[in-house]
């Protein structure tokens, strides 16, 4: 069996200045990968361009060895993505928020169902609006709804920033679970310590050997 992620010769720019140039990673299925890089190193770049939301300029990105050329839309249903900067209805509660994707979801998951993938995060403010939620609150909310479809692959952009320590735990031990389940994570941090803890490896992505040098002295 191949990999569940292949990225191969990647290249992208949005200009004449490259972002990223050549990028090449494997992952498997229980992985959970932390990618480090300087800000503007390209790091949002790639999951995006991985979650399907972005093209590269050249290069391919398969799926159990499907690429996304065409397999596109059906392998974006493997794929769950949390963005950096956090999209949620502000108006609506929760629950109507987690309602609202579960439609977009092509699943049937009932309120229980969705309730219970709230409270596995610990954020049973069901009935609250969203835009009473504290910025964690948010980004927790923003991580149960990249989870309604059960994803093999997920991505998350810096999950944790802002996030208090109690609620990095409990989304750290979320996780660990999620990948003894079989799903694949790849997550971005500035948190040295959190990417230590929490991830099987690391990948440094960027032009600052800074990141690569922390990650080498161990
Ligand atoms: N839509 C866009 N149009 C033009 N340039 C972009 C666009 N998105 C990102 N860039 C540029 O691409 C580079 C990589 O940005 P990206 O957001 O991927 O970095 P990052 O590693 O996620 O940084 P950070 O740690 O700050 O989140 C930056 O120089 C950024 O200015
Ligand atoms: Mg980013």
Redesign the pocket.
């Known amino acids: 069996m191949g990999h569940l992620l292949k990225v191969d010769a990647l290249y ?1 720019s ?2 004449k ?1 490259p ?1 990223l140039e050549d990028f090449n990673m494997q992952a498997d299925r229980g992985e959970i990968i932390g ?1 480090v ?12 361009i991985i979650a399907t939301l ?1 093209r590269p300029t050249d290069g391919e990105v398969y799926i159990d060895e499907q690429s996304y050329g065409k397999n596109y839309k059906k392998l974006r249903r493997k794929i769950g993505y949390v963005p ?1 900067e956090i999209e949620l209805w502000e108006e609506l509660s929760v629950i109507e928020n987690m309602r609202f994707f579960e439609k977009l979801s092509h699943e049937n998951r009932s309120v229980p169902e969705l309730k219970n993938l709230l409270s596995e995060l610990h954020l049973e403010k069901y009935d609250t609006k969203v835009s009473r939620l504290s910025g964690g609150m948010k980004r927790k909310l923003n991580l149960a709804i990249s989870l309604i479809h059960e994803p093999e692959l997920l991505l998350l ?2 999950p944790t920033s802002g996030i208090d320590l109690k609620s990095r735990i409990e989304i750290g031990k979320f996780l660990k679970g999620l990948a003894g389940k079989g799903a694949l994570i790849i997550y ?1 941090s ?1 948190d040295m310590t959190e990417i230590r803890e929490l991830c099987d490896r690391t990948i440094f ?2 032009k600052d050997p800074f990141y690569k040098n922390i990650l080498t002295d161990g």
């Open positions: 992208k949005y200009g200045e972002v990618l890089g300087e800000n503007g190193a390209g790091k949002s770049t790639l999951l995006r972005n950096q952009d810096e971005t500035h992505i960027g």
